[in-house]
Structures are given as structure tokens and as C-alpha cells.
């Protein structure tokens, strides 16, 4: 049986598409290419296309044997989310209405979805059990949730089980540097920092210095996006085996603050990083950090890359070696 993986060409879906080629899953990609890139996506049938295209979903279902859908597709940025909060309740929401829609017409029974510690808002307990309040502070976490909501109700209309994937802050590449991270605009904190060792930028803004946190910069919970598609395949696994829907926490379990980030990344490229104190951005919870206790129970889940400066090496690695991201890659390929 083959799965489904939407987003397939986005930073996360990469990375779990590579890793499911390699366990020798068949593995069908659809991207609607907005953001994510082709070239990085070796070894699927590859279509291009958005998820309320009912016709398109159509023939993806009926020409590939799908037991299961891995569902990555979204605008996933906390700042651009309350900006643009309609255009997330689009694409987030009602792009995942019309997937399940179709899967529940073509009888796929089976979905991971790619949820996100942002459901939980400004935590009360850290850190994060699953069963902890979920008050998103920006409308990225709340149409994440949204979803999370819509498929435990599917799940009980139409017997739609689903594995909802709650990670913390994805970082880190292919350790083989294959493919890696290249968002336009960049806006996340790890390339943007290797962004300025390379001299491709100038500085980094801290948002906010005023947090109820040691240094007063947001603490975050870094996870290797390896370790994510690892948890990805074995929630898959456990839907194969058991048909049971849940909800996990992917994370370390240790925080960093953005100065410690900053830190750990002038260790690892041994370059000089400007940074400058900045307004807080909008939507920003203070401190995100993992329980992942059930994830490791439940799923099986070891992962394998706990320290900050490993997980920034493999991210230098792919910068390095593509420091236009994977644009080079396509000037090449079309000469
Ligand atoms: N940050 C800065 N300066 C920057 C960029 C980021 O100080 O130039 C700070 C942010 O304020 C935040 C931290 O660095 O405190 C991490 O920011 P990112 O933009 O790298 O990541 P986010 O925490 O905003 O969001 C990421 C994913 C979301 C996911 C979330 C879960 O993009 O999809 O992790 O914690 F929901």
C-alpha cells in the first residue's frame, strides 16, 4: 500500500518522504509548490496541485493504492498568521476539510497529521503534557487545533483514525546533507543565524528582551527533523496496527533561549553573529517545551539527535554546501 504525504516538498515532508523511501515505503507526494520545492523530493510519484482540487484528489486516490495519508500542507508561520489570519483558516482549515472530505468518499481510513506545539498558547505547566489546556495565542495554533478538533469528530462519524503530531520547533537537515531548510522569506530563527555566518545577512533581531524567562528571550524546544520523520513513520506504524487515533508531543524536552541559540551557532560555524534587540512578534508564548514522555511510550519514539549544537551542525552542513538554498540546484539542472 502506498501513502499519501501532502506537503510533500516543505522542510518537514522532505525530510519524511526521504526517510520513508528508505524504509522502502511507496510514497506519493502531492504539492501545491507555493512554498515547498521540487527538487526536494527523490523517489515519489510527484503531483502538483492544491488540496481542494476534488478532481485531482480523485485520481491521486483511485490510481494509487493509499491506505494512509500523512498530512503536512499548511501555512505554518506564527507572525504571517496573525497578519493574514483568513488566509490560514483557507489553507490550513478548509484545505484540510476538502482532503478529509475525499478521503472519507475513497475509504482512506488512516492520517498523521503535522499539528504543532503553537495549539497550546501560553503554557500553564512546562513542560507540555498532551492533556494540558490548549489556548492558542495566534491563529496559526488555533486553525492547527481547528483541524485536531475536525478529525476526532470524523473519527467518530466515519471511523477516520488519526495520529495528530504536536511538534516544537523542527531544525537540523538530511545528515547525509541531501536537502535541508530553504524557506522565502526565511524567517526562522536557526537559518536566519546561519544565514549571517555565511555574510548573506547582516544581523539578527531578538524578539523581545522582556520574557519571563532567565535571559529574557522566548525559550524553545529544538527537534532535529529526522527525529520528527522517525515519529512520523511509527505513528503510521501504530495506525496500521492498532486503527486507534491519538495526539503526541515531539520534542526534546530542554529549551533554549534565543541567546542560547545564538550562542550555539557562533560555536558550530565559529563565525561572529550581529545581534540586536527587537520588539516582541506578535503571537510569540514565552517558553515552548516538550513532555514527549508519551510518544517514547506509546510509539516506540527514541530520538536519536538531543544536542542543540548537533542538530545546528547538520543544518550548516546543508547551508553550507547550498548556500542559495535549492535554488543553485535548479540553475544547474536547467543549463
Ligand atoms: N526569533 C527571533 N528572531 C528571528 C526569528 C525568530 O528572535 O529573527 C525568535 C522567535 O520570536 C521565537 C524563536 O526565535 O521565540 C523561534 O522562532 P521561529 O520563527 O524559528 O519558530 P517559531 O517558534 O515561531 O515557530 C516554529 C514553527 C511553527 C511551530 C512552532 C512550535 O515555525 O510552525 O515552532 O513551537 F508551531
Request: glycine share 8%; charged share 20%; net charge negative.
Amino acid at each position: 500500500m502506498a501513502i499519501l504525504v501532502t506537503g510533500g516538498a516543505g522542510y518537514i515532508g522532505s525530510h519524511t518522504v526521504l526517510y520513508l523511501n528508505g524504509l522502502g515505503e511507496e510514497v506519493i507526494v502531492l504539492d501545491s509548490l507555493k512554498k515547498g520545492h521540487r527538487e526536494a523530493v527523490r523517489n515519489a510519484a510527484f503531483y502538483q496541485g492544491e488540496l481542494k482540487d476534488g478532481d485531482l484528489l480523485n485520481e491521486i486516490f483511485t490510481t494509487h493504492q493509499i491506505d494512509a495519508v500523512i498530512h503536512f500542507a499548511a501555512d505554518s508561520l506564527v507572525g504571517e498568521s496573525v497578519e493574514q489570519p483568513l488566509q490560514y483558516y483557507e489553507n490550513n482549515v478548509i484545505g484540510t476539510y476538502h482532503l478529509v472530505k475525499k478521503m472519507v468518499e475513497h475509504q482512506v481510513k488512516k492520517i498523521v497529521f503535522s499539528s504543532t506545539a503553537a495549539v497550546y498558547g501560553n503554557p500553564v505547566n512546562v513542560p507540555i503534557k498532551e492533556e494540558d489546556p490548549t489556548v492558542p495565542t495566534n491563529p496559526y495554533g488555533e486553525t492547527k487545533l481547528a483541524i485536531e478538533k475536525m478529525l476526532k469528530w470524523a473519527d467518530d462519524a466515519y471511523g477516520l483514525k488519526s495520529v495528530c503530531l504536536r511538534y516544537f520547533n523542527a531544525a537540523g537537515a538530511d545528515l547525509e546533507g541531501r536537502i535541508g531548510e530553504d524557506h522565502t522569506p526565511e524567517s526562522h530563527l536557526i537559518p536566519i543565524i546561519l544565514q549571517i555566518a555565511l555574510g548573506q545577512r547582516e544581523q539578527v533581531s531578538i524578539f523581545g528582551n522582556d520574557y519571563p524567562t532567565p535571559d529574557g528571550s522566548c525559550v524553545r524546544d529544538y527537534i532535529h527533523v529526522m527525529d520528527l520523520a522517525d515519529a512520523h513513520y511509527l505513528a503510521l506504524k501504530r495506525l496500521r496496527a492498532k486503527e486507534e487515533s491519538s495526539t503526541y508531543n515531539l520534542g526534546n524536552g530542554t529549551g533554549y533561549s534565543v541567546k542560547e541559540v545564538i550562542k550555539a551557532c557562533l560555536k558550530v560555524t565559529g563565525e561572529n553573529i550581529k545581534a540586536v534587540s527587537a520588539p516582541r512578534r506578535a503571537g510569540d508564548p514565552a517558553i515552548l517545551v516538550a513532555s514527549s514522555e508519551k510518544a517514547k511510550k506509546e510509539l516506540g519514539w527514541i530520538p536519536q539527535y538531543h544536542e542543540l549544537e548537533q542538530i545546528v551542525a547538520h543544518a550548516w552542513k546543508w547551508h553550507q554546501n547550498n548556500p542559495s538554498g535549492y535554488n543553485a540546484e535548479t540553475i544547474i539542472k536547467n543549463i
